[in-house]
């Protein structure tokens, strides 16, 4: 059974930094992509980051790109997001995502396993 469990989100002044971590268990984690997605209040769930199982190949939502490094530790079987320069429009509920592919995917159905969702909240 596929486990995503995510830690690291709270509550940060915007232009400070969070690490979302997402530990994994159930599959082989590092035979496929990953990827991490955000919900706000009110709006559709939205593409963040992915990277694919090797780390090798990333892809960044323009909104994010520059300030944000998806990365993972195949031995740990862990992904991460590091956020850096946070803004209030980055508060969400951030949730971890596998996808059965080696590569990553823009898309939220192409993706086949979720975590619960952590919060993050950066405050003006």
């Known amino acids: 059974q596929v486990r995503l469990v995510e830690s690291g989100g709270g509550l940060v002044q915007a232009g400070g930094s969070l690490r979302l971590s997402c530990a994994a268990s159930?599959?082989?984690?590092?035979?496929?992509?990953m990827g991490w997605f955000r919900q706000a209040p009110g709006r559709e769930r939205e593409f963040v980051a992915a990277?694919?199982?090797?780390?090798?190949?990333?892809l960044y939502a323009a909104s994010v790109k520059g300030r944000f490094t998806i990365s993972r530790d195949n031995a740990k079987n862990t992904q991460y997001l590091q956020m850096n320069s946070l803004e209030p429009e980055d508060t969400a509920v951030y949730y971890c995502?596998?996808?059965?592919?080696?590569?990553?995917?823009?898309?939220?159905?192409?993706?086949?396993?979720w975590g619960q969702g952590i919060q993050v909240t950066v405050t003006s």
């Open positions: 990277i694919s199982w090797s780390g090798d190949n990333t």
């Open positions: 159930g599959f082989t984690f590092s035979s496929y992509s």
């Open positions: 995502a596998h996808r059965k592919d080696f590569s990553g995917s823009y898309h939220y159905y192409d993706y086949d396993s």
